[in-house]
RNA sequence: GGAUGGGUGCCCGAGUUGGCCAAAGGGAGCGGACUGUAAAUCCGCCGCGUCACCGCUUCGUAGGUUCGAAUCCUACCCCAUCCA
């Protein structure tokens, strides 16, 4: 293991790597940052297809992805589709339940088109990225020739010294000979991919650093004398947020990269309510700007940092859903929360309803502004709602079509929701 | 298998001479004020409801005693530590 050394590194790739926040440690650095500079090079990032989403959290890894193949390097990216059937017990403090194949496939399909917002599979360019199912060699290996060709190189001594093993096993919470098989699959996938498409490092986060390190000294032992047998890997932080929380988990769930689940509207949000300490660290990893232009950006603090945030917000929304999303959230949001009256980028709540009383429709179950009506009565008579710019503290107050004027209703309740309703009976 | 201690609201954690317990305190969260859609601070809320002092459902699970139980009894489940 080694840490980056004082001096710059020479290819442009890891110079981003660092300075951009995406770097933590690495197996060789020297070696990485030489066989970056020599040309086009070949990495992997594993995922397990457990989720139909990525939420922020994954988002770092998927921007050092970003970077790495617009220096001009190749991306794998392999969707667990074998592995995810026995389970990664890193981080894990219990056994996980297994998948579906169905599951397992549509989850994979839901990946890829996310990754597409980041990363190019099909512009016909040498360094398309490339998704593969590690289910297509892993689940045609037999398992003798297995153990002989690929158990020999481990030793179990070895292997429970591993960090994630050796928790399990200290804090005596079973750990099957399934889960403790991973590790060899992961290490597996290593070796077919340096030798099938000559990748020759894998990243990821700092948990998965044994299983990562099993896969580079097997391509060793495997690699026959006088032939080019190093693989290398490096490990991306995990990020917290100035209060000491992880990334990407609020109150109200995880932050979730599909729009279905999170609109753009709220992603957007997400960002701009950042906290002050963060802002400059955020805009490194999540945008693309400059880091001169972050700096610049950035200097003054106090009050000024809401530019920067806005900045924020709008370039990783536009990474995400595109720039006419992200026009129309940073639109929207200055309207909603800079008191304006033109709601019509807000996000939109119709109800073909005749009257709504005010409590119904903060409970709404699409709008859930409060969680429930004794507590939605009890912050609309504090003060949290407001119609059309209006405080109203009457739970019982009848909505209809006339309080849209015209139009709609513009609804703020509490500081985060704000939601263009209409009350239209059809 | 045996012994002991323990299971309380989102989390931690009081409460077990039965009523004053919807259950102290802290944290998280939410709302308001102040600000800058930040932080800090202050005030309020923080089981649910057709809701000010009313009703309903909660203190591992299921029964029981009692006018009344988180608090007592019985059985069961689970957790921690120690012994075998």
């Not at 929207?332 to 119709?350: C, I, K, T």
């Not at 709602?385 to 019982?396: R, S, T, Y």
């Amino acid at each position: 293991m080694q840490v980056p050394p004082a001096h710059q590194p020479k290819s442009p790739a890891l110079t981003t790597f660092l300075e951009r926040g995406y770097f933590e440690q690495a197996s060789d650095f020297a070696a990485i940052d030489a066989a970056m500079t020599a040309g086009m090079m070949t990495f992997y990032v594993g995922y397990d297809p457990t989720g139909n989403s990525l939420h922020v959290g994954h988002l770092v890894q998927v921007m050092a992805m970003r970077a790495l193949q617009r220096a001009g390097h190749r991306p794998i990216v392999i969707v667990g589709g074998g592995t995810a059937s026995v389970g990664d017990p890193s981080g894990k403090s219990e056994t996980r339940k297994l998948l579906s194949r169905a599951d397992i496939e549509a989850n994979a399909a839901a990946l890829r088109a996310q990754l597409s917002q980041f990363l190019h599979f099909d512009s016909g360019a040498p360094n398309d990225a490339v998704m593969l199912d590690n289910a297509d060699w892993l689940l045609e290996l037999r398992y003798i020739d297995f153990l002989r060709e690929i158990g020999r190189h481990f030793t179990i001594n070895r292997m429970i010294t591993v960090k994630t093993y050796r928790d399990r096993l200290d804090a005596e919470i079973p750990l099957s000979f399934l889960e403790f098989n991973y590790q060899l699959l992961q290490a597996y996938d290593f070796l077919h991919l340096f030798r099938h498409h000559g990748c020759i490092l894998q990243f990821g986060g700092s948990d998965q650093w044994g299983n990562m390190v099993a896969g580079i000294e097997l391509i060793r032992r495997m690699t026959p004398e006088g032939e080019p047998g190093t693989a290398h890997c490096l490990t991306l932080p995990l990020l917290t947020t100035a209060d000491g929380k992880k990334m990407g988990k609020t109150e109200r769930g995880a932050v979730w990269l599909d729009p279905e689940r999170l609109p753009p509207f709220d992603y957007y949000q997400y960002w701009i309510g950042c906290d002050d300490r963060d802002v400059a660290k955020l805009l490194r990893i999540f945008t693309e700007l400059p880091i001169a232009e972050i700096a610049a950006l950035t200097q003054d603090g106090g009050a000024a940092l809401n530019a920067a945030k806005a900045r924020l917000a709008y370039e990783a929304t536009r990474l995400l859903h595109g720039q006419e999303a992200a026009e129309t959230a940073q639109t929207a949001a200055r309207q909603a929360f800079g008191g304006g009256e033109d709601w019509s980028a807000v996000p939109e709540l119709n109800l073909d309803l005749a009257e709504i009383k005010l409590i119904d429709l903060v409970t709404h179950p699409e709008l859930l502004a409060f969680k429930s009506k004794r507590e939605a009565r009890q912050r609309i008579e504090q003060g949290a709602v407001k119609i059309n710019g209006e405080l109203c503290i009457d739970p019982a107050r009848v909505l209809t079509a006339a309080d849209c004027g015209g139009a709609y209703l513009r609804l703020q309740a509490g500081k985060k929701t704000r939601v263009r309703v209409t009350i239209l009976p059809s």
